[in-house]
């Protein structure tokens, strides 16, 4: 039998009132524990917001700075291999012991029209035999390179690389054709500018690699 049941209707109440009593104070704690995180919170923002600023603003004019100061050195590098659409530009010291690359991020979709390449290459690959075990990891793998991104539904830019290193491999027109069309397709969107690199340093007689990314 319960103990509450030998209590007197007295003692029920005041045990009540104790029970909301405490339920109170714990809404009340809590209420305190967010009002402390959000001024905390506002605190830490209002502590280093500036400084941050101050960086990226840094940052930005240094970027832009590099890439005005690389202009002559791409119009030289234009007139001796001539004018391409490169995302990125790399400068390394002969000795190898320090290299910038500045660039641009890019973003990769696709027009519609990788279906047809797409069709293509997969028609290919059911030509080949079944019954040869290296064949069938080849086209295993096509397959699994050709299958459309979840997230963006999409082939995967990624992919369609690592399909381009087996022309080689199958050295067949129509593999090939359908690789062309999947290029073609492509649209290519130029994002944030970002510089980065690396460079040897003396760590306590230790040679050391040290890597830099900054983007915009």
Known sequence: MSDTLKLTPEEKRALLEQLKAEEKAEKQKAKETKQSFKQ?????????????????NFTEHKILSLFDDYKVIKDLKQQIYGEKNQDSHTSTLEDGSASITIGHSVSIKFDGTESAGVEKIKNYIG??????????????????????????????????????????????????????????????TQNS??????????DNGIPKKLYFRFSV
Request: net charge negative; no cysteine.
């Open 40 to 56: 905390l919170s506002g605190e830490f923002v209002d502590r280093n917001i500036d400084n941050l600023i101050d960086h990226k």
């Open 127 to 188: 030509t080949l035999s079944s019954n040869d075990a290296n064949s069938k990891k080849l086209m295993k793998m096509v397959n699994t390179l050709l299958k459309p991104s979840a997230k963006t539904q999409m082939l995967n830019p990624s992919n369609i690389i690592q399909l381009n290193g087996l022309r080689d491999e199958f050295n067949s027109d129509e593999f090939n054709e359908g690789l062309d069309i999947i290029f073609e397709a492509q649209i290519r």
């Open 193 to 202: 500018m970002y510089v980065s690199g690396w460079k040897f340093i003396d």
